[in-house]
């Protein structure tokens, strides 16, 4: 009998909840670190691809901001539930992708399901940690709230495959932001078959959008972009960096870049979840309210 | 007036398919701006809502002079020509002829019992007149699909007729409101009879109605304008309305006329876009292209 030859899966786009090939007509594989074959196909994102996830998420954001702290808890949750039904498959996904052991997958999975857990109850409490009332010298109730940025372009880490992307995308979202994406390069297909997850998850279609491909080829786009409220970099490339001050200056982005946490810190509860974590996807606004009138 | 009624049917499968394969066609940087410039120049700026106020109106006709504000028009490397017309409800039309005093801006305003045309024929006849003696340039009128779906040809053909006259020398554009025509045959067919009838324009849609303008119904349209065009030596405008929001859908129905009637109806007085989001997407790939920035609806004006 003639021998079964493995069939390479394409891995999409993730844009307005749906899994389209990149505009461009471009991929990359995927190859094995070990037998160095390939493994996978996986588009490559263009420019067009980036203005599209940028159109979905914006088209999200009133509805996405909209919904009560108590309903985005809860569909963070729903995206911890199905992804610890299928678990297997992103852990099995991930030690072909990046020759780590099992056992090192499976640390990296349950601790992206336990980080969706932990942000999503942190859903209706974070208003009140960094909202104030504030004492004014005149007859005004005086209060600082949390809003969201709104659309916010997200540079993922590639230190690992899928924790640096849930540990962004978590507070994010759950902030009443939408997003857009650049997967690690490194490590793109757990991105897509966690979007792939995402997509089944009650998240509405354009809160997440997910673009794997070259980062060059498309930071210099997300940070150019009007669109964007804010840019979220994890990485310390200072070409990367200036180049998203001086773009971001356009529509005075909010930049939001560090250089922490590294390799095996992101599994580290105390390295990489934590409030303030949200703090850097919110606008804090003021309202004077006349009082005693 | 002898009306010839008899047209030839439609292919429907050929003309949808001869419709989007011209949307095919890939127009990119200098010539992109020129047709964004050339669409911005065609539209017909139109609010028709029941909630218009003439602050609203104000507003929009100060839009339509300056479509880009001049301190963003210095960055686009030139001049955004005005619109061609703004087009309003009878009530507004003074306010939008004051506003638009001194300026090449055209007023139109909607009448004839717009948006249904279900109102007694001296009615319709009185309020293109009153329009007129307003100031409008131009009247959009609509036609009693009713009657033309039950096949009173004539009755309909006599109530442009009336109404043109009623017109003078304001410029006569007659809806078709081809989303309720139901078959591309009506569409031929009404687009006939109102240019032997005395239309200026020919215009498809209300915008009131679950379907607007198509490119397929536009195409049938422009190819009965063509026809009519050959056999009497008349030339008769279109105006495409409702459902053309982005740049890309505009650049789709200047092929088409250019396909269909050539480079000749290519221009605000032959061609109108009935459109209102339509402008901002217009200034936005405007302002992209000389940017290299993708734009943000945050900072243009919410019309």
Same mark, same amino acid.
């Given at each position: 009998m003639q021998k079964r030859s493995e069939i390479l899966k394409t891995y999409k786009l993730f844009i307005n909840g749906q899994f389209p090939r990149s505009e461009s007509g471009h991929y990359f594989q995927l190859l094995s670190p070990?037998?160095?074959?390939?493994i996978a196909n996986v588009a490559r994102g263009s420019r067009k691809d980036l203005r599209d996830a940028v159109g979905a998420a914006r088209k999200a954001l009133p509805g996405w901001s909209s919904k009560t702290a108590y309903n985005r808890g809860q569909i963070l949750y729903r995206m911890a539930e199905v992804l610890e039904g299928r678990k297997e498959e992103l852990i099995a996904e991930m030690v072909k992708m990046t020759g780590a052991t099992p056992k090192k997958a499976e640390q990296e999975v349950t601790s992206c399901i336990d980080r969706l857990v932990w942000y999503a109850g942190w859903s209706d409490k974070y208003q009140q940690i960094f909202g104030t009332v504030n004492p004014v010298a005149a007859p005004y109730f005086n209060f600082t709230l949390p809003e969201p940025v709104g659309v916010v372009g997200i540079i993922v880490?590639?230190?690992? *495959?899928l924790v640096p992307l849930v540990s962004k995308l978590a507070p994010a979202i759950l902030a009443g932001n939408t997003v857009v994406m650049l997967a690690s390069e490194k490590y793109p297909l757990s991105a897509i078959t966690f979007a792939e997850m995402i997509a089944t998850s009650?998240? *509405?279609?354009?809160v997440v959008n997910i673009l794997t491909g070259i980062k060059k080829e498309l930071i210099a786009h997300l940070a150019k972009?009007?669109?964007?409220n804010s840019v979220n970099y994890t990485g310390s490339d200072p070409e990367i960096l200036k180049m998203l001050q001086e773009e971001g200056a356009a529509n005075v982005k909010r930049i939001i870049a560090h250089d922490y946490p590294k390799g095996d810190e992101w599994l580290n509860n105390e390295r990489a979840q934590s409030p303030y974590w949200i703090h850097s996807f919110v606008e804090m606004k003021t309202t004077w309210h006349p009082i005693g009138i | 007036m002898t009306l010839d009624i008899s047209q030839t049917t439609v292919d429907q499968v050929g003309i949808e398919e001869r419709a989007a394969s011209l949307a095919k066609r890939s127009i990119k940087k200098e010539t992109k701006i020129n047709g964004i410039k050339l669409a911005m120049s065609m539209i017909d700026l139109t609010t028709l809502e029941g909630k218009d106020s003439a602050g609203k109106v104000e507003a929009m006709c100060q839009k339509a002079i300056h479509p880009l504000d001049p301190s963003t028009e210095l960055r686009v490397n030139g001049h955004v020509p005005s619109v061609a017309a703004v087009c309003v409800y009878p009530n507004m039309v003074a306010v939008a002829k004051k506003a638009l005093a001194g300026t090449h801006v055209k007023v139109a305003s909607v009448a004839?019992?717009?948006?249904?045309? #279900?109102?007694p024929l001296p009615i319709k006849i009185e309020e293109t007149k009153r329009v007129v003696d307003m100031g409008a340039d131009e009247v959009d009128m609509v036609i009693d699909r009713g009657a033309f779906l039950s096949g009173e040809f004539k009755k309909v053909a006599n109530e442009i007729a009336k109404v043109k006259e009623a017109c003078g020398l304001a410029h006569l554009k007659v809806i078709l409101e081809t989303g309720e025509l139901e078959t591309y045959d009506n569409v031929r067919k009404a687009s006939w009879l109102a240019m032997q009838a005395g239309a200026d324009f020919i215009k498809t849609?209300?915008?009131?109605?679950?379907v607007s303008a198509t490119p397929g119904v536009t195409l049938v349209m422009l190819e009965a304008i063509r026809d009519f065009w050959y056999k009497t030596g008349k030339r008769i405008g279109m105006k495409p309305a409702g459902g053309i929001r982005t740049s890309k859908q505009a650049m789709h129905y200047l092929v088409l006329v250019k396909e269909t009637l050539?480079?000749?109806? #290519?221009s605000p007085d032959w061609f109108r876009f009935g459109a209102s989001t339509l402008t901002n997407d217009l200034l936005m790939q405007l302002v992209k292209e000389s940017t290299g920035r993708y734009q943000s609806l945050d900072y243009f004006t919410v019309d």
């Open positions: 070990k037998t160095k074959k390939p880490s590639d230190e690992l *495959p009650d998240v *509405p279609a354009g972009h009007m669109d964007v | 004839t019992g717009f948006p249904s045309g #279900l109102t849609s209300t915008g009131k109605a679950a050539g480079d000749a109806w #290519l």
